[in-house]
């Protein structure tokens, strides 16, 4: 298998290390030499069948694998309507004060991003980006809505809202702290 960062590939098929080429180089990054050692380790959990690339946000990947899921969803659920849904609040100097960014699919509406800025947190802005999101949902035909909060974001927010927690993370993203998830009848 080949792993390609921005700066280094390693292919343990051919246990060569280069600097985007496979040529042997002896000033590679540790942490490189200990990937390329674990994956010359474990050839029988590797992948022969192509270039694995590591890299930051990649937007045309990100397209692919989406339009590929939905196709895969759509065919094993028959449901085709996954719909976008975002809702803008912009201040009277027409300025960002908040936002809510989710999706619709058949009686689901999931909550990705809620923000509200800082000077506008207590305001009732965020309860109206929520309203506002469940109430499109239901005009889309949803049914339940879900939502997740790390535990020191706004997990209280959702529950004063009529969420109820059904799943937990504990010590995620660091110990201390879950990843909860909620959801509402609609």
Not at 92 to 98: F, K, S, V
Not at 102 to 113: D, F, V
Not at 147 to 160: I, T
């Amino acid at each position: 298998m080949t792993v390609r960062t921005s700066s280094h590939v390693l292919d343990a098929g051919s246990a060569t290390i280069g600097k985007r080429a496979h040529l042997p180089r002896t000033d590679v990054p540790t942490y490189l030499v200990a990937a390329w050692q674990w994956l010359c380790e474990r050839r029988r959990m590797t992948w022969t069948g192509g270039v694995l690339t590591v890299g930051a946000s990649d937007r045309e990947l990100d397209d692919r694998l989406s339009a590929e899921l939905t196709a895969f969803n759509i065919a094993s659920t028959g449901q085709g309507n996954q719909a976008s849904m975002s809702i803008r609040a912009v201040d009277h100097a027409g300025e960002l004060a908040g936002g809510l960014i989710g999706w619709t699919w058949a009686t689901s509406a999931g909550i990705e991003l809620l923000w509200v800025r800082e000077d506008q947190r207590g305001s009732g802005l965020g309860r109206a980006l929520m309203a506002a999101a469940e109430q499109e949902a239901r005009a889309r035909g949803c049914t339940q809505a879900l939502v997740r909060s790390f535990s020191f974001q706004a997990p209280g927010f959702y529950r004063r809202l009529g969420y109820s927690e059904y799943a937990r993370t504990e010590n995620l993203p660091i110990e201390g702290h879950a990843d909860i998830h909620f959801r509402k009848d609609l």
